[in-house]
């Protein structure tokens, strides 16, 4: 969202926080535990120089690029901080390779101008946004070591997460029930100040129609959970198409709109 452009400097940083990742992907236990965790900070506060490298002296850009390297980035502060909790975890390997393509691919698609003049609220309605596709991701990720933690027990193998089942559920389910909110809270900002941000209350376009779906979907979810108790490989996969349902309603119209059409609208 209000990201990088394809200025040098930003691409000097970005292929270092890449070339930083690719160091934990690709060495995996080689590295070993401290140099792992720390080869990965410094990818992870390169990458954070990057999104912030925006900001200064230059027009912030928007589009799927971006957007989906600052998920990346808030599910890699997230991880940062429950490796603190948690010291075992183990998703250093895919979250590495998730970091290094989408820092780059913000470069390479880094969107259109944003023009922050049109209104004072856009920049909320954005960080809203792209808030919720960082909690979202987190759940999905957390909902994956869930899913790979069950598959070892029944394997009766060592799942190798260092977190109990039930611990990995509840946390997957934390940051279901605050990328609701949050997403909520999206909806309702665009709902109220649509005609200030777009010059219309409420364009229902692919956008919001998969918004509202990927909403209900997560609305399902929890009800359900609350509810009926639903947990295990029914949950997760209800959390999986809601996912995906959000990520087609920003990442997946900008991709069509930017890439596949060429266009900047």
Known sequence: MILPSTSLPGWLLAL?????????????KRLGADRGRWTLLLAWALHGAV??????????????GPALSMTAWLVLTAYVVERQLFPQMQARWTLASLGAATVILGQVFPGQPLHVTASPW???HLALGIASYGLFAA?????WLMTRAERHIRLAADPHSGIPLLALERLTFRFVKAGFVVLSATLVAGWLFGEVLYGRAWIWDHKTVFSLLSWLTFAVLLLGRARF?????????????????????????????????GRAA
């Open 16 to 28: 270092a926080a890449a070339a930083a990742y690719a160091v934990p992907a690709a060495a995996g």
């Open 229 to 261: 108790g639903w947990r295990g490989r029914s949950a997760v996969r209800v959390l999986y198409a809601g996912a995906a349902l959000l990520l087609l309603a920003y990442a997946g119209s900008r991709f069509v709109v930017e890439v596949i059409l």
């Open 122 to 124: 856009l920049p909320l």
């Open 51 to 64: 999104l912030a490298w925006g900001f200064v002296g230059q027009t912030p850009h928007f589009g799927f």
């Open 139 to 143: 759940a999905v990720v957390h909902a």
